[in-house]
């Protein structure tokens, strides 16, 4: 399950891409418009920042942009940002991974099935990208 932290760090980053090349946006408009609580938001992007997907400007007409276009950043990789592994177990985690105290992988049916469904899901998470999550108006 795609954890809050995630969820809310992708509908603020889809946001910055719906607005890419106007400038940069304050968090607090960000965090209004998407519906995300303002202090959790400051935490994620402080994250963000530091990972160098985002990028803040000081001053009067600061705020927040990508640092990079939008149809260049993979949903897959702000997850693992964000979230850590997209594996539900860590011995079938590609870039977290852990091996299991209590288990034999080479037999392990359980870590098969997990590596599995990492793979289905990675099979549309490499492919997509912040554009692919900006919200659309609905047509009247």
């Keep these: 399950m795609l954890s809050q932290k995630s969820k809310y760090a992708l509908k603020a980053l889809s946001y910055l891409a719906q607005h890419h090349g106007q400038g940069p946006i304050l968090m607090s408009k960000i965090a209004h418009e998407k519906k995300v609580p303002l ?18 400007h000081r001053g009067r007409f600061g705020g927040y942009t990508l640092a990079s ?20 177990l860590p011995c079938a985690s590609l870039n ?6 209590d288990c034999d992988e080479i037999s392990c049916g359980l870590r098969k099935l ?10 549309v998470l490499d492919k997509k990208t ?5 919200d659309h108006p609905i047509a009247q």
């Design 96 to 101: 977290f991974y852990e091996p299991c105290a």
């Design 39 to 56: 202090r959790f938001l400051e935490n994620i992007f402080h994250e963000l920042k530091k990972e160098g997907l985002l990028i803040s």
């Design 69 to 88: 276009e939008p149809e260049s950043i993979l949903v897959s990789k702000i997850i693992r940002k964000v979230n850590g592994p997209i594996a539900m």
């Design 130 to 134: 912040l554009l692919d999550i900006v």
């Design 114 to 123: 997990v590596a599995e469904a990492r793979d289905a899901v990675l099979s």
